[in-house]
């Protein structure tokens, strides 16, 4: 069965812009987390959704926003960016959340300018 | 205080050796799984081990839930094996919690 897909692979944006990017889980997954990757901070949890509702979200501030429609794909938005917004994006895919397995997707490489 | 600790955080190997890899967790994190990253960034699974033992080829895992450990085994290395490897577990507020890793370096 198909992975778990994430759009772009790689973005160069410009201080200020704003980014959307995109997940599509493993058919029959219900979970979407984000995760933001970077060598200072390592891995660090955004938000998962589930069944379209932001059920837990982490500790950034509310630049970082994102939604989930009816077909389980979702979608995370950074608005005005900032340098320290550069970071690998990822994805994770799991059938509940918490307690079942989660499958990663390929991640996007954000680069702010 | 600190939910998920990896050791060693780095490793450097001969080719053909076999290493273990560390994972310490705290009472509120469950449900380990290990994953390797690979250089494009992207974390596979090799593990989902809320307790006991799995292998797969190489590569083994155990978890011993009750004192708070995960063990990651990797026999014979080979170069390919190089990489950062995590292990994270569930927290009860639903999220994935990451350690912060071992690079692990094979050397031919």
Same mark, same amino acid.
Do not use: A, I, K
């Given at each position: 069965k198909a992975g778990v897909t994430q759009t772009p692979r790689y973005l160069i944006k410009t201080r200020g812009q704003q980014v959307t990017l995109s997940c599509s889980p493993i058919s029959g997954h219900r979970s979407v987390s984000w995760y933001q990757q970077t060598p200072g901070q390592g891995l660090q949890f955004l938000f998962e959704y589930f069944s379209e509702t932001q059920r837990n979200k982490g500790n950034?501030? %509310?630049?970082f926003s994102g939604r989930q429609f009816s077909n389980s794909r979702s979608e995370m938005n950074v608005s005005? #960016?900032? #340098? %320290?917004?550069s970071a690998l994006y990822l994805c994770a895919s799991s059938l509940?959340? %918490?307690d079942t397995e989660a499958f990663f997707g390929q991640g996007t490489r954000l680069t702010v300018v | 205080g600190i939910q998920v600790e990896q050791s060693p955080p780095d490793l450097i190997l001969q080719e053909g050796a076999n290493s273990t890899l560390r994972c310490n967790f705290s009472d509120?994190?469950?449900?380990l799984q290990w994953f390797h990253q690979n250089p494009w960034g992207q974390l596979i699974n090799l593990f989902y081990i809320p307790s006991g033992t799995k292998q797969n080829g190489r590569l083994s895992a155990t978890t011993v839930a009750t004192e708070r450990y995960s063990l990651l085994y990797i026999s014979?290395?080979? &170069? &390919?094996?190089s990489g950062v490897y995590f292990c994270a577990g569930w927290n009860q507020g639903g999220k994935l919690i990451f350690g912060q890793g071992t690079e692990l370096s094979v050397k031919p």
């Open positions: 950034f501030p %509310g630049r005005t #960016l900032e #340098l %320290g917004d509940n959340g %918490g | 509120s994190v469950n449900n014979s290395s080979q &170069t &390919t094996d």
